[in-house]
C-alpha cells in the first residue's frame, strides 16, 4: 500500500493536475462525485458526468451522464444526455436524450430523440425540437399575422358583443 502511495505523489510532481484527471477519467471530461454538492451554475465546453447533488443550473456541450444518486435541482442543458438520477428542472437537449431505468425528472424535456426506459418518471411536458427552449421561435401563422387597420375596424362593427 505505501508504495502504490509513494507512486501516485510521485505522478502527481510530474503531471499537471489537468492532466492527471484526463488520465483518471480516461479522457477530457468533468466529474462531479457523490460526496460533492455544489450550488451554483455549473458551465462546460467538455462532456461530463454528475454523481451528487447540484442546486443549479448544468449547461454543457457535450454529453452529461447523471448517475443514480445524482440530484440535480435546476435546468439541464447539454448535446446528449443520459440520467439515471433526479432532476427538478427542464431538460434541454440539442441531440438524445436517455432517460434510464428508475429516473425521475420533474420538468419539461425539449429533445431531437427522447428515448425514456421502463420505470422511469417524468412530470412535465416532452417536445420534439432540436434547439434549446429559450431559442425556440414559433412560426407565424395567418392568425398570427397583424391584418390592417381596416380590417379590425370592419370585424369590430360586426361582432354582437
Not at 466529474?31 to 451554475?41: A, N, Y
Not at 454528475?50 to 457535450?62: H, I, L, M, W
Not at 440535480?72 to 443520459?82: C, E, F, K, P, Q
Request: hydrophobic share 40%.
Amino acid at each position: 500500500m505505501k508504495k502504490k502511495l509513494y507512486l501516485l505523489a510521485q505522478t502527481c510532481d510530474v503531471l499537471p493536475l489537468k492532466d492527471l484527471i484526463k488520465k483518471a477519467l480516461g479522457k477530457d471530461m468533468f466529474l462531479i462525485p457523490s460526496q460533492v454538492s455544489v450550488q451554483g451554475t455549473i458551465e462546460s465546453i467538455v462532456p461530463g458526468r454528475v454523481d451528487g447533488n447540484v442546486k443549479g443550473d448544468v449547461r454543457t456541450a457535450g454529453m452529461l451522464v447523471i448517475g443514480k444518486n445524482a440530484s440535480i435541482r435546476g435546468n439541464v442543458y447539454a448535446t446528449d444526455l443520459v440520467t439515471y438520477g433526479k432532476v427538478y428542472g427542464d431538460l434541454f437537449v440539442t441531440n438524445k436524450a436517455v432517460v434510464g431505468n428508475k429516473a425521475y425528472v420533474k420538468g419539461d424535456v425539449t429533445a431531437l430523440i427522447l428515448e425514456v426506459e421502463q420505470d422511469a418518471v417524468i412530470e412535465g411536458a416532452i417536445r420534439k425540437h432540436p434547439t434549446e427552449a429559450a431559442d425556440v421561435v414559433p412560426p407565424v401563422t395567418e392568425e398570427d399575422e397583424p391584418k390592417p387597420q381596416a380590417e379590425e375596424d370592419e370585424e369590430k362593427a360586426t361582432t354582437w358583443f
